[in-house]
């Protein structure tokens, strides 16, 4: 019998220094000569939820407190839960151990439909802002807050986590036939002010910081 396989559909040009088998995904964790930002990191591997219901404001993922007003965004333990609308909530596991699919039939797993990346570093709005029309440093909101809307002309959802100087960052899923034309994108936006490709380790460094 063969082991499962699970792809990203992200790739870099670039080569890891070190990598992890975990859950049947090859995860990078440090490429070499990442340099000092900003950043630019594949997430794919890591679990996406989708959950839906008419009685949203009675859940709790994971015992998480869902944000009332759509727009806002939470960071717990390593979950990101964001309020998309009435009914619907994101949830994306960002760093932390794995975690389980919740029995409810009101959630639905979109990790191998999507694409998941961070932003991150110096710079990341002046990249953004090349992107997309969307205000990611408003002022006027709190942090962590979801966007859903354009980013490289491809529906999305970004999330601002951070707009502190050298921890700002950004992370956004779309849809998985997307990520070739994504990547590019970004590398492109980004080639002015050195970003590059990095391994989950930043990531989860970020998270931890926050």
């Given at each position: 019998m063969k082991d499962i396989k699970r792809y990203s559909p992200v790739e870099f040009k670039v080569t890891p220094l070190k990598t992890e088998n975990r859950d049947h995904w090859d995860v990078v964790m440090e490429y070499h000569n990442e340099g000092d930002?900003?950043?630019?990191?594949?997430?794919?591997?890591?679990?996406?939820?989708?959950?839906?219901?008419?009685?949203l404001d009675a859940k709790k993922p994971f015992g998480i407190t869902i944000p009332a007003t759509p727009g806002q965004s939470v960071l717990e333990n390593g979950l990101l839960v964001n309020r998309m609308n009435r009914i619907q909530s994101s949830i994306y596991h960002l760093a932390g151990d794995a975690i389980e699919m919740p029995g409810e039939t009101e959630y639905t797993d979109v990790t191998e439909s999507t694409v998941f990346l961070a932003i991150m570093g110096g710079s990341v709005f002046s990249i953004c802002e090349k992107l997309s029309a969307l205000d990611f440093m408003d002022k006027n909101r709190e942090t962590p807050f979801l966007y859903q809307g354009p980013f490289s002309h491809v529906p999305c959802q970004i999330v601002t986590l951070s707009r502190?100087?050298?921890k700002s960052g950004v992370v956004l899923t779309c849809s998985r036939g997307y990520a070739k034309d994504m990547v590019d994108a970004i590398l492109h936006a980004g080639e002015e002010f050195?970003?590059?490709?990095?391994?989950?380790?930043?990531?989860?460094?970020?998270i931890n910081s926050l």
């Open positions: 930002g900003p950043w630019l990191v594949d997430l794919c591997h890591r679990t996406r939820l989708d959950l839906q219901t008419g009685n502190d100087k050298e050195g970003l590059k490709p990095a391994g989950e380790k930043r990531v989860t460094d970020w």
